[in-house]
């Protein structure tokens, strides 16, 4: 049986909110943990400020152990450090945590690749005025880096919502969860349909963000 | 022939600003990029150093602000023994060299002011500290008026000019020009010139260029040295080495230079029309031609037409 409009309407609401809140709660910290594995994996790696083949290879070891694993594996998979850690591995707060650790590795590489494309003319150019190697790294490497940056991030944010909606599937909540509980498990299409236009306007609001904030960082 | 694959500048003691003694640099794989090289730039002056792509110059200069630190040997600048430093102190010591590069390396992320102010600013200035002297150094490049602006949108010329204000905003003794005007066309590359004789002349700023342009040495150097294959082959005063060069290497350069300057194409004009004799200007144009200048190919050919024909 259907229900009411009125009943869904709130759920759906909510969902939507929760959806929200895990993509951004994931993006800030993956943002900040992968900025540093990404940092590292550059600095360290043949040629880099501060190279060191044993830190490069572990890391990058890692990131290609981790980021092949299916999100709905890493998440069950995860389950028993995540209970661990927040008590609970049901939950949109609980979901948090493993989608951290996978977006950490994907924003790791994004960050790699994109601090590798800077001119090393420029690094050149610090160095030669005395600049320490904490200082290129922070002050000259990402800001030359920020406007592919911005557009690596933005499809970083594109893939976590995607992602929020396959933890909403194994114990997360958001619109994949209702999708879930409403949609599919109560044969309500409405519930489907909603829940489809609610993920294409995010994904929509994320690309025009993002797109928006790297033709400021890159002026054009 | 005092220049003449001689072993050292002759500088003055005391007089020197970068002294390089027996300095080689290996790379990984055995490649020797530069191979026992001395070098004395005394200071207050412009010391060029010309070679092939290849000939290991490029090295030789980030040798001198240890940016490549030397497989052997030791370089002093101001009589700081840069070798002996460690990261910390070189980083300090670099400070008082500028240097600028072909590509201009500028921060595309930061204004023109942001560039100028950046070593400024690592270096421990104040925000204001940092902008006035910022823009200080670039009105001395005449600049100023684009301080807002970003590096993209500034000409090659411009940008050459905001790296050199860059260069110079810590008040360097030393600056050092890898191929500063190669990427420019001949206009800018004069202007550039220009800027660098006044940075010279006016800042007191010791200055090393590298290039493969021998006109580039010919305009604002002193002495020059010649490299190939990671050693020094020749040295001198410019006008002694130009005049009479000795090594291949060096007298393709000045080859090079001869073909490259149009004023030469009316030389035995000029000598006809100054009346001088006849035999001294073959004896002139055909000295020019041992030093492989074919400047005047097709007016000696013309001339050996005439005077088959009169002898005929």
């Avoid at chain 2, 074919?294 to 013309?302: G, K, L």
């Amino acid at each position: 049986m259907q229900q009411d409009w009125d009943v869904l309407w709130p759920k759906i609401v909510d969902a939507a909110g929760e959806t929200v809140y895990m993509v951004l709660a994931t993006l800030l910290f993956a943002t900040l943990f992968g900025t540093a594995v990404g940092l590292a994996l550059y600095a360290t790696r043949k040629g880099g400020v501060f190279q060191n083949r044993l830190v490069f290879v572990t890391l990058s070891f890692l990131v290609n152990v981790i980021r092949p694993v299916p999100a709905l594996i890493a998440i069950v998979i995860l389950n028993p450090l995540t209970r661990e850690l927040m008590g609970t591995a049901v939950g949109t707060d609980a979901v948090i945590f493993p989608m951290t650790v996978i977006a950490t590795f994907g924003v790791a590489r994004i960050v790699e690749s994109n601090l590798v494309g800077v001119e090393p003319g420029v690094i050149e150019a610090a160095r030669a005025m005395g600049t320490s190697r904490i200082r290129i790294l922070l002050t000259v490497l990402v800001p030359e880096a920020l406007g592919p940056l911005v557009l690596g991030m933005t499809f970083m944010l594109v893939a976590l919502i995607d992602f929020s909606v396959i933890a909403g599937t194994v114990g997360g909540g958001g619109v994949g969860n209702l999708a879930i509980t409403h949609g599919y498990l109560r044969f309500d299409d409405r519930v489907m349909a909603v829940t489809v236009l609610i993920l294409i306007g995010l994904v929509q609001a994320a690309q025009l963000l993002g797109n928006m904030l790297s033709r400021k960082v890159l002026r054009r | 022939m005092s220049h003449s694959s001689s072993r050292s500048d002759a500088v003055t003691a005391g007089q020197e600003m970068i002294r390089l003694d027996a300095v080689a640099k290996e790379f990984p794989g055995g490649v020797r990029a530069v191979d026992a090289v001395d070098l004395a730039v005394e200071a207050g002056s412009v010391y060029g150093i010309v070679g092939h792509s290849g000939a290991g110059k490029s090295t030789l200069l980030r040798l001198i602000n240890l940016l490549e630190r030397p497989t052997t040997g030791s370089v002093t600048v101001g009589g700081q023994e840069l070798t002996t430093l460690g990261e910390r102190q070189l980083r300090t010591a670099r400070r008082d060299i500028g240097m600028i590069f072909q590509q201009f390396n500028l921060f595309r992320s930061r204004t023109v002011l942001g560039n100028v102010a950046f070593p400024l600013r690592q270096s421990g200035s104040s925000r204001a500290e940092a902008r006035t002297k910022a823009l200080e150094a670039l009105r001395f490049v005449g600049l100023d008026e684009h301080a807002k602006r970003y590096p993209e949108q500034l000409s090659g010329g411009q940008r050459q000019r905001v790296g050199i204000a860059r260069a110079l905003a810590t008040s360097p003794r030393v600056l050092l020009c890898d191929e500063a005007t190669s990427a420019l066309d001949p206009q800018t590359t004069q202007e550039v010139l220009e800027l660098l004789r006044r940075v010279n002349t006016e800042l007191g700023v010791t200055i090393v260029v590298i290039t493969h342009e021998m006109e580039v040495v010919t305009a604002i150097c002193d002495r020059v040295a010649v490299m190939e294959d990671g050693r020094v082959v020749e040295r001198g005063e410019v006008h002694e080495v130009f005049t009479r060069p000795q090594h291949p290497t060096t007298q393709a350069f000045v080859r090079a230079a001869l073909h490259a300057s149009p004023v030469l194409g009316l030389l035995p004009g000029l000598l006809r029309e100054h009346g001088v004799d006849a035999a001294v200007a073959d004896s002139v144009l055909a000295q020019l031609d041992a030093n492989g200048t074919e400047f005047a190919s097709a007016e000696r050919t013309e001339r050996n037409q005439r005077n088959q024909a009169v002898s005929a």
